[in-house]
């Protein structure tokens, strides 16, 4: 992984080898016009492309195909199928409940009696996995879009990101494994005998009590595909600054702010208005960085703390317990 990597993943770019197996199932051009048809030519033939290209592309024939699974189930999602489920889920008693209702929803495109997900309950955990269904003309894609939406609705239904404890993909692209740890909050493996998410059952626990309409998160037509919409363009940056400030202890919002040419306050206004808050960023980027060094460096605990910027390991620990549900150390063993 290179330096900027270990420094922290800003926003991933993706192989286009990774991309290639997206967009292979869309070799029927006939479908899609000359002029989409040419771009898709064109990007997969670069080495890499940004996340905003793969964005523009994932929209551009979700519109020409009208079906929001781009042609990967045997029956099209249609436009706006998406916005349902949302509405549906929103009204959930609880997580679990908001879990079957997705699997059902999908298993509508799918052939037959077919179901789109199995869930198995192995204390601590959760185990959601992705069945294998006949029509499904994209693996990557398929596997991709449905284990990330699915965390995207659960981070969106609980008004706290939701990171995985594991996640397992069928398909190789281990070029894209650490683009995947920036998406799903834990490194991927690839190549194995089911794809699946592992969360822990503590999640099944959390409230469901989103920021945000079901209408305003269904807008968000990438909701399958990141965890950053293409309309949080200030919280990446106040994302990237703070995760780049952390080991020089320059990450206060003060300093933050005067980056970004405006006041304090200026700032604060602007994040509630995206549902957010400094304090709430700064939380996401001290989480996702503690369990990226923790499982990456050979760095104490201790050495973890500091650079996360807390002062006493104690205070380091109790927040990364609740992050996680471990203790720092055991949850580096117990992954390793």
Known sequence: MSKHSQDYLHIPTIPSDFL???VSHLEQRNR???????????????????????????????NELQ??????FSSPVPLGGH???????QFSPNILTAIDHYNRFYSLFLPGDETLLSVEHESPYVIISLNRVSGISSPALYQQSMLLSLLKLLSWLTAQRVAAEKV?????????SAEFEYLFGTAPTFSGDRASITLSQTVLEYPITPKISADQYASQSTFNLIYWSVGDDLLKQVYSMI????????????TVASLLNVSRHTLARRLKKLGSSYGEVLERVRRDKAMHLLLTTAMS?????????YAEIGSFSRAFKQWTGSAPAHYREERR
């Open 67 to 72: 079906d929001e699974s781009l042609g990967v």
């Open 83 to 89: 916005g349902a489920l949302c509405n549906m889920l």
């Open 20 to 22: 290639v197996q997206v």
């Open 32 to 62: 899609l016009s000359e002029s989409l048809c040419a771009e898709i030519d064109r990007i997969t033939g670069a080495d890499k492309i940004s996340m905003a290209q793969y964005i523009d592309l994932y929209e551009r024939v979700r």
């Open 301 to 309: 605990v201790d050495d973890v703390a500091s650079l996360l910027g």
């Open 168 to 176: 397992s993909f069928e398909f190789d692209a281990t070029p894209f």
């Open 243 to 254: 995760a780049s400030g952390l080991s020089l202890h320059e990450f206060d919002v003060v």
